[in-house]
């Protein structure tokens, strides 16, 4: 047999292992579906898609309050940061760092964890303001990845499973107003965690009410400030959250009126704008900027409408994807990596399957604590200080920390 | 040749009352139920596993339908076998580096399996270079012409005949070591 006739027998042969295949089209356009949102997603400013939601007549505060909005920039690291009120001890309690490494392999992530020593940050033991006490025990979904060292949880998750995890929509009941859980893309934990604490005025039914009245964003950067330093960074979130809460509460016929209001504003306050819009709009005419506003919107209106879930509902995961900036990392060419295919393997499930029961739930809590959202809870939160582990556990004997709502922010 | 023969990969999808979006997709659906069978052969024989092929596969057509956006692909045929191939590359750079250098052998994506253990054959191929091992599955399993294998790797026929000597040569100088042995 000679060398060409040995070679393709042996490729014929070994050829033959892609019967053994599972591939077909309800999963492959399932990754485009996802792949394409994303990307989609990515190429628009977040405004932009945030008011598509809105215009689409979708009811996103309600379906599933969003989580929080990232205004940029690569999706390298999420700090997650959990707040709450302890009793004894009145000090924040828990941070979560999510690492995001891009050219790793997912299934790499899910065997290698880091963890890292708790960083020795002066605002991580400052004291909780009075009336800024979330409720115990509300339930947190949790990757089981994460590992408690100290007052942080560590995680390392692909982009999509973190987005998956803390997107996920929160369907129990309004937590109070004052509890808040924020997760914020490229920050340092000292400036997520000094964000956090300036965040504590933000109070959601002053908010509501400066809206009532004129629905500035003054009035609303004042109502959100409530006396306390503001970074301006924070600011931009809770505004971004008050807007989505305003379209969302607007008839339909005024929503996208209001929308080009609000573009208006972001354009004046940070030129935010897409680069070929931003040509146009060079001389800033304002009614030129005005018609590009309006253009750009109407000519992307359908297809973000169609990648954020229909008319009738938006995907809140596709609305977070944009707030979060995902698109960013995943418009990079890291396609292999990053757009992994999420199924039944993938984290974001076994992280349900992992919940653990929940005890403790006092009866003003009882609401959070019931399942099916009792996923994780623990009474045994470690104060700051306390010894750091730094231990690689392995899945089953990762500590949780208190519960907190996921994809859920502000009122 | 195992080509997209007799598929209609180019015409708008025959569907109504779809967005955009959707004939997209259904044109993509269209080119898969047709060409995903013969494109993850080409992967397997590429990666030497079968799940980095459907990775590959699958990343393929998500690409298809993005290129799709820009209108019409004149040969699809030819323009997703070189996303494959290359997609093949850039996860055998991946793994080099990942390693920190060349993939030991017999460790390709652990098809190192009975099949591959008694296979020498195969054994030589997987210690070929992406580029070498492009070529040789290109030549010997598509049945590609020099002329084709060029166009799917974006190269020239001289290359490609470069690439196919080096690779003999390779796989034989492998092969007589082996037998030694």
Redesign the interface.
Known sequence: MS??E??????????A??E????D?P???G???R??RA?TLASLPLALALAAASVAGARMIDRAPSSLVAGGGPVDSFVYTVRRQNPEKDRLLASMRVEVDR??SYRRFVNELDVEALPDLPGLEAPVAAGDAPPSGVPLRMPTELVVAGDVVYARVKPEAAIEWIAAPYTGPAPPPHFQVGLEPDHEYGSAAFDWGSHAGFDPATMRAALEQDGSLEALGAATVDGRAVTKNRFHLDRDRAVEARLASLPDDQRLRHLIDFLRHELDAQQAWPEDAEAEVAESEEPRRRLAIEAYVAEHL??LI?VLGGRDYVDPLAADWTRRAVAEAVGEDY??DL?V?IDDEDLVWRMVEDRRPLGGCSDADKDFCEPPWVDITTTELVSVGDPVSTAVPDERSVRYVDSVPTGWMGA | MRVMEGVDLVAPARVTGL?P?GER?AR??AW??SE??SL??L???LT?E?HA???????A???L??RSKQGPIDDVAPYARAIVVN?AR??FR?RQR?QDGPVPEGSIDG?DGA??DR?E??RA?MELSARQRAV??LR??EDLSEQQIAQVLGTSTGAVKKYADRA?TR??SLLAERNRL
Request: no cysteine; proline share 0%; hydrophobic share 45%.
């Open positions: 060398f060409e040995e070679l393709k027998g042996s490729l014929t042969r070994h050829a292992l892609a053994h295949s599972v591939m089209w999963r492959v356009s990754h485009i579906r792949t394409s990307r050219s790793a359908e297809e169609e396609d292999m757009l295919w | 967005t979006a997709l993509v659906e898969f139920q995903h069978a993850l052969r992967a397997v024989l030497g079968l092929a459907e990775d590959i596969v699958q990343d057509f998500l690409r339908h993005r997609l850039t996860r991946r990942l098809h099949a591959g296979d054959m195969w191929l040789m599955v010997y399993y003999r796989m034989r």
